[in-house]
């Protein structure tokens, strides 16, 4: 169990939304061999798959929500629930590894602050300079794939 | 064959209207309407598809070559099908000779694909709940969430096998969904090699899923045997795709038609054939068409398509293990059954048989660096035909000089059904809702019927200005006072 499930979210059409996706991109190129990929617009059952083996799991996404360029937490699986959303959360993925894999492999979301999320556009200036730090912070994660070392760094948000 | 027909219209005066809307677990939005009268004896059943697409009229005027891109947008489940078809199209537009071996085993590759991750996504996520746990279960555990929890291995094959056909489709297309590879005379690109080696060696395990699948499905059959056979069974013409010697087919080849006794209706059809052997008939009270076999007239002549369908008309699949496990099928449930149910058990059939054809396909390095083929003259009119996971799937259209659309007409696989899905929600209520009092379980039977087919509801009503329309004036009683329709002709007449 040496890899990162690295589940990537977003919409490369919509500005910001892509910022997930680019993060992962940048990833791969920097430690192909330490993670696994998988890169989607909405979660779905399928995505469990790439979990089974690892050592960790790896939620990017956008996020409006930060005050910073991004943030690392923890995150549990949510409560059995039977209703599939249209878009359902990284949590909710735990909850089906959970049923589907029997195990739930400790898991962490890294939201990187995005600010535009219009159609057809670009990164916004501002979320390339947040992609830029996640980049450097995530660099840090793979080079030691470890949940209790990344525990420790969770809540950052520079 | 028309017995379900007596339930197709009533009068509506002192009936109760009970809706489905909308039907769930099938893709795209669909409503079902039944009225009763007050001791819950039914008049009347309708499937309506409520949603509204309109592409063959978004595609006139834009340049050929768009095509294969333009209507896969028409769903997001099975845009391979459609885009497999307008590749097609477009190799007769744009004048291109055959193509060369490994660029149609590319296509194939991608159009597989699809069969397999659509087949998958049908049995396990949206239609297995019903035969694990009964049609008549609670409706919150009637759903895939259940599944992974009460029976894991399931939940597991169709999540690997679903998977595995969308890997198959996005190293062909460069996505799961919306890729691109199909241009007029070729494809866009190779495969690479360490895609193929990867796809390859899930064969294997792929394999043993389809057939796990397979005998998943005959234990919930066998259970209740007398009743599965006859749930909403009623018999019915079958259409399909086949290579000329019978062979399964479903990229290429030849209409062939049957009665429900096995009867040759007709046979050897080329897809510009399609026109004089299909006849398209609209109903007011529905944006769908619904077509008939021209030779055996509008009532006796409505068909199904899809997987049960292909796998009575055809003699063979073409790959062992597939075809060993057809002849137990057919050895058991008649050479052609009509079963609704047994679409299951064809499907899942389909499922091994995709992934049979998928490694042989993957076998070939030759599909790494695809060629183009020669291309002549534009053509001004293409017909192209290929069975998509629901079924044949039919795709018209013309072309002026300057290599713009000018006409198309599109007849996807739920309209081919149209008329046998409504003969089996018809069938089901007769069967198990007359008389009772309707419950969400009950209702759920008729869901079940419509899963059967699993109709790629979103992309069966899209002929924006032929839909037949009628728009009625009524009093505050409800009484018509004035009713005007336009038929599909695009005639307005008083009703």
């Not at chain 2, 769908?288 to 796998?311: C, D, N, S, T």
Request: charged share 20%; glycine share 8%; hydrophobic share 45%.
């Amino acid at each position: 169990m040496s890899t990162v499930a690295l589940l990537a979210l977003g919409n490369p059409w919509r500005g910001d939304d892509a910022l997930g996706l680019r993060a992962a991109a940048a990833a791969r190129q920097r430690a192909p061999h330490s993670i696994e990929l998988r890169t989607q617009h909405l979660l779905g059952p399928e995505d469990v798959l790439i979990m089974e083996d690892a050592a960790v799991a790896l939620f990017v996404d956008a996020s409006l929500q930060e005050e910073g360029a991004f943030r690392l937490s923890r995150i549990a699986a949510a409560e059995q629930d039977s209703v599939l959303r249209h878009g359902p959360s990284p949590a909710q993925a735990l909850a089906w590894a959970g049923l589907v894999l029997e195990r739930v492999p400790p898991a962490f979301l890294l939201a990187i602050h995005g600010m535009a999320f219009e159609a057809a556009a670009g990164l916004s200036r501002q979320a390339a300079m947040h992609l830029e730090k996640a980049l450097d912070f995530l660099d840090a994660l793979l080079a030691e794939p470890r949940a209790e070392h990344w525990i420790t760094l969770c809540g950052s948000s520079p | 064959m028309t017995e379900g027909s007596s339930l197709e219209t009533a009068e509506r005066g002192g009936l109760r209207r009970v809706v489905i809307d909308p039907v769930t677990r099938v893709e795209g939005h669909g409503k079902v309407t039944i009225l009763v009268d007050e001791a819950n004896r039914i008049h009347q059943v309708r499937l309506h598809i409520v949603e509204f697409r309109g592409f063959e009229r978004f595609v006139e005027g834009r340049p050929y070559t768009e095509l294969p891109v333009l209507v896969q947008r028409l769903c997001g489940i099975c845009p391979v099908s459609h885009h497999v078809a307008a590749g097609k199209a477009v190799d007769i537009l744009g004048g291109a000779g055959p193509l060369p071996p490994e660029t149609e085993a590319i296509r194939r590759l991608m159009h597989i694909g699809q069969i397999l991750q659509s087949h998958a996504t049908h049995f396990f996520h949206l239609a297995s709940p019903d035969l694990l746990f009964g049609m008549d279960a609670a409706a919150q555990e009637r759903d895939f969430f259940h599944v992974m929890d009460r029976r894991r291995e399931v939940a597991r094959d169709g999540i690997a096998l679903r998977r595995f056909g969308q890997a198959v489709i996005a190293a062909v297309s460069g996505k799961r969904i919306h890729g691109t590879c199909a241009i007029p005379g070729g494809v866009n690109r190779g495969i690479a090699a360490q895609e193929r080696q990867c796809l390859l060696a899930a064969i294997p395990e792929m394999l043993e899923r389809a057939q796990e699948g397979i005998e998943v499905f005959r234990t919930c059959y066998a259970a209740d045997l007398q009743r599965n056979r006859a749930f909403g069974t009623v018999p019915g013409n079958v259409l399909s795709l086949v290579q000329g010697d019978g062979t399964l087919e479903f990229y290429d080849g030849v209409l062939r038609a049957r009665a429900p006794d096995g009867a040759m209706v007709f046979d050897g059809q080329p897809a510009a054939a399609y026109r004089q052997r299909i006849t398209e008939a609209v109903k007011p009270w529905s944006y769908m068409k619904f077509p008939f076999l021209h030779e055996l007239g509008q009532e006796q002549g409505w068909y199904r398509v899809g997987p049960l369908a292909r796998l009575v008309n055809c003699e063979r699949l073409g790959t062992p293990l597939a075809d060993a496990q057809r002849c137990a099928f057919l050895e058991q449930e008649g050479r052609f059954v009509q079963s609704l149910l047994a679409t299951h058990w064809a499907r899942l059939i389909e499922v091994l048989h995709a992934t049979e054809l998928i490694g042989d396909l993957l076998d070939d390095e030759a599909i790494e660096q695809p060629r183009q083929a020669e291309m002549g003259p534009w053509r001004q009119d293409a017909v192209s035909i290929v069975e998509a996971p629901r079924g044949t799937l039919i795709h018209q259209y013309g072309m002026n000089s300057d290599g713009l659309i000018n006409a198309a007409n599109l007849i996807v696989s739920t309209t081919n059904n149209n008329q046998a899905m409504n003969e089996a929600i018809r069938r089901v209520a007769q069967d198990e809702l007359d008389g009772h009092v309707l419950t969400e379980p009950l209702l759920n039977h008729v869901e079940t019927a419509i899963r059967a087919y699993d109709p790629c509801l979103s992309c069966a009503t899209h002929a924006l200005g032929q839909m037949p329309l009628i728009i009625t004036l009524q009093d505050g009683a409800g009484h018509t006072l004035d009713a005007i329709m336009r038929d599909h002709d695009g005639q307005i007449v008083h009703a």
